[in-house]
């Protein structure tokens, strides 16, 4: 079975600076970090990998300074890695990324076999669309999974595959056919510590370095900022609220009473919520 893992190097969050006049993020002279979502995908791909064997490939697309997230998947536990790194891509957004992504992705197949699964994090901490997994996923006509929190079984004789969803009210239970792509929920395993021997591999391993031609990607338009529509007018900081919280006294009373304290203070400041949970109520 072959695996592959999109992950991103991506700046500390803590330490974010954006560009004045771009509005871009700049990432010269910031600390970098393996995009900690990325990571509970790595994780569920190796622990698929155990269970029913094969080889994990991780891909990430970036300056030559990602090559040391490559290492560092190397020594959790990664068979190869792969970086897609080319002036083309230099500000791209979601569309482009995903363009450029899935390109290797194809590219990786012709080389060391199709992947039965792709995996992603659900998005990454610089960006916070969600985008990029399913613009992989639709440019491959692979079939997706968003949000899984478990992978429950898998069955390479039928080409299938099934998981636990988490959506708004529960857990949706689905199955699908491979090959697929699935973006891993924050929390959903307990990653690894690379064993000696896969840091020391990981040091002396040779990290595949792709450029735009060397993935076969040709329609260089489509990367980097040709390639990408969205356009950041203005970045800026939220408002501090002026406004601030109140305090409901709850000692020596009945948890109905202070509930019903509470609810009438928010229907009191928000009118048009108490409507809205009555028409759901309803039915309606």
Same mark, same amino acid.
């Given at each position: 079975?072959?695996?592959?893992?999109?992950?991103?190097?991506?700046?500390?969050?803590?330490?974010?600076?954006?560009?004045?006049?771009?509005?871009?993020?700049?990432?010269?002279?910031?600390?970098?970090? +393996?995009?900690?979502?990325?990571?509970?995908?790595?994780?569920?791909?190796?622990?698929?990998?155990d269970k029913v064997g094969g080889e994990v490939t991780v891909l990430t697309m970036g300056p030559p300074m990602a090559e040391d997230a490559l290492r560092k998947a190397l020594g959790i536990g990664a068979n190869r890695g792969v970086l897609l790194?080319?002036?083309?891509?230099?500000?791209?957004?979601?569309? =482009?990324?995903?363009?450029?992504?899935?390109? =290797?992705?194809?590219?990786?197949?012709?080389?060391?076999?199709?992947?039965?699964?792709?995996?992603?994090?659900?998005?990454?901490?610089? &960006?916070?669309?969600?985008?990029?997994? /399913?613009?992989?996923?639709?440019? @491959?006509?692979?079939?997706? @999974?968003?949000? !899984? =929190?478990?992978?429950?079984?898998?069955?390479?004789?039928? &080409?299938?595959?099934?998981?636990?969803?988490?959506?708004?009210?529960?857990?949706?239970?689905?199955?699908?056919?491979?090959?697929?792509? +699935?973006?891993? @929920?924050?929390?959903?395993?307990?990653?690894?510590? &690379?064993?000696? /021997?896969?840091? @020391?591999?990981?040091?002396?391993?040779? +990290?595949?370095?792709?450029?735009?031609?060397?993935?076969?990607?040709?329609? !260089?338009?489509?990367?980097?900022?040709?390639?990408?529509?969205?356009?950041?007018?203005?970045?800026?900081?939220?408002?501090?609220?002026?406004?601030?919280?109140?305090?409901?006294? =709850?000692?020596?009373?009945?948890?109905?009473?202070?509930?019903?304290?509470?609810?009438?203070?928010?229907?009191?400041?928000?009118?048009?919520?108490?409507?809205?949970?009555?028409?759901?109520?309803?039915?309606?």
């Open positions: 079975m072959h695996i592959v893992v999109c992950i991103k190097q991506v700046p500390d969050s803590a330490q974010i600076r954006v560009h004045p006049v771009t509005n871009t993020i700049m990432r010269q002279g910031v600390p970098t970090i +393996i995009n900690p979502y990325d990571l509970f995908a790595l994780e569920e791909a190796l622990r698929l990998r790194t080319d002036r083309f891509f230099a500000g791209s957004d979601t569309l =482009a990324t995903s363009f450029a992504l899935a390109q =290797a992705v194809r590219k990786i197949g012709e080389t060391w076999g199709a992947p039965e699964v792709v995996f992603t994090g659900k998005q990454t901490i610089d &960006g916070d669309t969600a985008q990029v997994g /399913p613009g992989i996923a639709r440019r @491959l006509g692979l079939n997706q @999974l968003t949000y !899984v =929190a478990a992978i429950n079984a898998i069955d390479l004789e039928a &080409g299938t595959i099934a998981v636990a969803r988490r959506a708004e009210g529960g857990v949706q239970e689905l199955s699908t056919k491979l090959p697929a792509l +699935i973006t891993m @929920l924050e929390g959903t395993n307990e990653i690894r510590r &690379g064993t000696v /021997p896969d840091v @020391l591999r990981a040091a002396r391993a040779k +990290i595949e370095v792709w450029n735009a031609a060397a993935a076969g990607i040709t329609e !260089v338009g489509m990367c980097g900022l040709r390639g990408s529509p969205t356009v950041v007018k203005r970045v800026f900081a939220p408002t501090p609220r002026a406004a601030k919280a109140e305090q409901v006294e =709850a000692k020596d009373r009945p948890y109905e009473a202070v509930a019903e304290d509470v609810m009438e203070r928010i229907f009191a400041a928000q009118p048009a919520m108490e409507a809205e949970l009555m028409r759901t109520a309803a039915g309606y």
